[in-house]
């Protein structure tokens, strides 16, 4: 992992993170996923602007910052034991990036006296919290303007 700085987040950074949320769903998730679940899916923060603001305004949102003050990366914890919103730019997946602002948000759970920590993952994140300790409860199909998307409840005790 290159120099990176993680921040809580702030409102200059909502279209940075909006075009990274694209990017990744976009480069990331097509071997996981056909054509109209990634249009859906990536196109979510630009066509609900608003949505996606109010959403970035909630509980802990942490962004990983390059040296060029660019956004590689962001989770969100809200409330306090639920874990949304972790997507990390393609050029820098697979560095350690995605489990580092993880650990931090954890952290942040495990001091507000949280005893777990849950998430409902998709087909590309679930092998990342497998490795994170998270077990899967079930398996739940969403629709999404009548578009299904199979999705992975996932819970971690934390200690």
Do not use: C
């Not at 976009?26 to 979510?44: G, H, R």
């Amino acid at each position: 992992m290159s120099t990176i700085t993680f921040i809580y987040y702030k409102n200059a950074y909502q279209d940075q993170l909006a075009q990274l949320y694209y990017n990744a769903v976009t480069e990331l998730a097509p071997p996981f996923y056909n054509s109209d679940q990634i249009d859906m899916w990536a196109n979510y923060p630009m066509q609900n602007s608003a949505a996606f603001s109010e959403l970035l305004l909630q509980g802990n949102v942490l962004i990983a910052i390059d040296g060029n003050n660019k956004a590689v990366g962001f989770g969100q914890l809200h409330p306090n034991n639920y874990l949304s919103l972790l997507y990390i730019s393609p050029q820098h997946s697979r560095q350690g990036i995605g489990t580092a602002i993880y650990k931090k948000l954890e952290k942040i759970a495990i001091n507000s006296h949280q005893s777990t920590i849950s998430v409902t993952a998709s087909k590309l994140s679930k092998p990342l919290f497998e490795q994170l300790g998270f077990e899967l409860i079930d398996t739940e199909i969403a629709l999404r303007n009548n578009i299904e998307f199979e999705r992975y409840n996932m819970v971690k005790l934390l200690h």
